[in-house]
């Protein structure tokens, strides 16, 4: 059993747990996921690993809440247990591959929405660790809906932005990154992205006009997590790649967006992935 | 000398109800059924059956025991040379094995070997007072086995018989690999016969640590360097799936046979309790003719769905076992032979209508021996369906080969041992499909027990 040692309400969907798993806090790395189940009915659900701590054997995951599995991940409190927490999955991030020297002169932009927040972090305090401070996009509806700022801003600089202006820029993260770009001289020479499916989406094509080498890092529907099933399978490139062995970060100006929103919801007409709290989403 | 008692029939779940149930098609022998059937065995000098068994199991040796109804000394021959006869009995392909080579199969029908493997494995799970294994003192000497599939399993239970201090680790959060996420329940029931063949393994002092994935939680020189282990088995089997390669392959509706039976077996997802969603459709088309496929097929119609096989050379080649072929049949299930896919069709929403095939026609034999399948011209037609389930093997993971360093492997990317188990890397050993590719469950204990005593050798020496 995997017990959770802390637990946060982020926002009223948002959980944030620490999850004593020694084995895969010792090989975790920024990018990686594991995979969960609450109990012996349970799905296996990936979650990417949004911090670790190897002294303390802790796995950091935040969890939004969109259907039944997710929803019984957050019911778990304090104390309560995982009965499966398996990894780290899929490769580390690229930046891990860059020498010193080059990541020194690298500008790096992570561009975060909705829950993509929080495994943004893992990814810009290890850039942090290795001498260089990264800018971070963290864009929400609204700016209650913010998560992981504060943890962000101790290890990047952060730009904030709202579809209704509560805070920061006044419109969608891609606004904000040509703003920063065009007007305020940023320049950056790698890109990592990580939230929605069509925010990804949207922003590699921005990031492709600029011609900044960008990943992106998937969240495809997956069984077992370790290249069994081929669920997970995405098109880059024109090839059939296995988000969980080859990914889940891919070149985001080679990913099919569209094939994979449509892949997610594969299920989603399926009785079982609905939660009997879930409320229509019409007069949200 | 003719034999003149008729192979004795077993007893079946009806074709009609279980076509929509999950519970065991075949129901065994009963005591009275096996020693009929164990009567008819002419105990040859020479035992064909017992050359063509990949394990060479005393074949007439148990069945003369049978015969005599000390079903525990069946048992203990048996044991002599295999660890899980209840599994093999159910899902070797006896046709083409032990029974394929019986004298009585000239004339008539061959003994029924497969079965009265099962009756004895079954007999020995329910009469676990009768094996009281004296295992020696521990020789302090540890053994990492890697994967909980057959092969992994008999390895890790050979160790323990030698005093050696054995942890198997294992990716999915369930214990027996193939037995558990491949075998659907309706071929070999979990809680009855898997779990209780893990336990007996566990009672051996195995110990077990489920959701370890070695080449990512940790890797195959952690275990040696880092915990402390004298020695390695890798036993990882081949989980990766074929798809292949045409147009439409990533419309929703089309799975890996993996994906499909992963859910199904290893998840349950057929059964409301369980939270994994499972999609059979309509019409559901499995490409392939294995036993995998089988598998796919009847598990999509045990769903609800109208299923059909779409095999791309004849009846005669189909590599499934007779047996789960006869029993898909009577299950309703519809054999489109000599039909190969050529894309799979969609709607504007990317949901599979359909799958578009071509006919075929044998020509030559090709280096399988098998006459090999050409397309006829201008025979395109489309089935209707909305659901495609590609069966068409499977690969070694590349996790560990690309984790270990000085572990060779060959172009198909299996681990290349040698008959006993023996990697490129002094100390690992391996066995299975993580060596051959998708072959059998046999074999792979076989393998596993071989690479045991290779092992101990080895420690021995070192």
């Not at chain 1, 260089?132 to 992981?148: C, E, H, S």
């Not at chain 2, 009963?30 to 040859?44: D, F, G, H, P, T």
């Not at chain 2, 390695?232 to 392959?249: Q, T």
């Not at chain 2, 939270?275 to 559901?284: K, L, Q, S, V, W």
């Amino acid at each position: 059993m995997f017990s959770i040692i802390s637990r946060r309400q982020l926002s009223p969907n948002i959980t944030e747990m620490r999850v004593k798993a020694p084995r895969v806090a010792e090989s975790a790395q920024p990018g990686q996921f594991v995979i969960v189940r609450v109990d012996g009915h349970s799905e296996r659900i990936p979650l990417t690993i949004c911090d670790y701590d190897r002294e303390e054997g802790t796995i950091t995951i935040v969890t939004q809440t969109v259907g039944k599995s997710s929803e019984k991940i957050n019911q778990l409190q304090e104390g309560d247990a995982f009965l499966d927490f398996a990894g780290p999955l899929g490769r580390p991030s690229d930046l891990l591959d860059l020498d010193e020297e080059e990541l020194r002169r690298s500008k790096i932009l992570f561009v975060a929405g909705g829950v993509g927040t929080a495994p943004v972090y893992p990814q810009a305090k290890w850039l942090h660790e290795h001498g260089v401070t990264p800018d971070v996009i963290i864009g929400a509806r609204n700016k209650d809906l913010f998560t992981y700022v504060d943890e962000m801003k101790k290890v990047a600089n952060v730009h904030l932005a709202t579809d209704d202006g509560s805070a920061g820029y006044h419109g969608m993260v891609t606004g904000l990154m040509k703003k920063l770009i065009e007007e305020d001289g940023y320049k950056f020479d790698r890109c990592v992205i990580i939230g929605p499916m069509i925010m990804m989406k949207f922003a590699a094509l921005a990031t492709k006009e600029y011609a900044i080498p960008t990943m992106v890092s998937l969240n495809a529907l997956m069984v077992d997590g370790t290249g069994m099933c081929g669920a997970c399978r995405v098109t880059v490139d024109g090839q059939t790649r296995f988000t969980c062995v080859e990914g889940p970060e891919f070149d985001g100006h080679l990913v099919d967006f569209d094939e994979a929103m449509r892949r997610q919801n594969m299920y989603r007409e399926s009785p079982k992935t609905h939660s009997a709290n879930e409320k229509c989403k019409c007069h949200g | 000398m003719a034999n003149r008692i008729p192979r004795t029939p077993v007893r079946e779940q009806d074709p009609l109800v279980r076509a929509g149930n999950f519970e065991e098609v075949c129901l065994g022998y009963n005591r009275e059924e096996a020693e009929l059937e164990a009567s008819r065995c002419l105990n040859c000098k020479i035992a064909r059956c017992r050359e063509k068994c990949p394990v060479h199991i005393d074949i007439p040796g148990f069945i003369a025991r049978v015969a005599a109804g000390d079903v525990a000394g069946a048992t203990a021959i048996i044991g002599a040379d295999s660890s899980l006869p209840s599994v093999c009995g159910r899902v070797c392909p006896q046709e083409s094995q032990c029974e394929g080579a019986c004298v009585l199969g000239i004339k008539s029908e061959p003994v029924s070997i497969g079965k009265l493997e099962r009756y004895v494995g079954d007999w020995s799970i329910s009469h676990p007072e009768e094996q009281t294994v004296v295992l020696p003192e521990p020789n302090g000497k540890k053994v990492a086995v890697v994967g909980s599939g057959p092969a992994g399993l008999a390895c890790a239970s050979d160790l323990a018989r030698m005093g050696y201090a054995v942890k198997i680790f294992e990716a999915l959060h369930e214990v027996g690999g193939v037995l558990v996420y491949g075998i659907p329940e309706f071929r070999l029931p979990k809680e009855r016969i898997v779990a209780k063949e893990v336990e007996a393994v566990k009672n051996l002092g195995v110990e077990i640590e489920t959701d370890v994935i070695i080449g990512r939680t940790m890797t195959i020189d952690d275990l040696l360097d880092r915990e402390g282990y004298d020695a390695v088995f890798i036993g990882s089997g081949a989980g990766l799936p074929r798809f292949m390669g045409i147009e439409g392959e990533n419309l929703n509706g089309v799975f890996s046979a993996n994906e499909f039976l992963t859910r199904a077996n290893l998840m349950h997802a057929y059964d409301e309790e369980y939270d994994t969603p499972i999609f059979a459709g309509r019409r559901a088309v499995i490409v392939g003719g294995g036993n995998v496929a089988m598998d796919a097929v009847r598990t999509a119609r045990r769903l609800g769905a109208e299923a059909v096989i779409v095999y791309r050379r004849s009846e005669a080649e189909l590599p499934a076992r007779v047996e789960e072929v006869h029993h898909a049949r009577q299950e309703g299930i519809v054999f489109r032979m000599l039909t190969n896919p050529v894309r799979v069709l969609g709607d504007e929403k990317g949901n599979v209508t359909g799958i578009e095939c071509v006919e075929m026609e044998l020509g030559e034999p090709d280096e399988s021996g098998r006459r090999s399948p050409i397309v006829k011209e201008g025979s395109e037609f489309t089935i209707d369906c909305d659901v495609v389930i590609m069966a068409l093997g499977t690969s070694p993971n590349p996790l560990i080969k690309s984790t270990t360093g000085g572990l060779d492997t060959n172009r198909r990317g299996c681990i290349v041992a040698d008959e006993e188990g023996r990697t490129t890397r002094p100390g690992v050993f391996a066995g299975g499909d993580a060596v051959t590719g998708a072959a059998t469950v046999i074999l792979a204990m076989g393998a596993g027990r071989k690479a045991a005593k290779a092992i101990d050798e080895y420690l021995k020496e070192k």
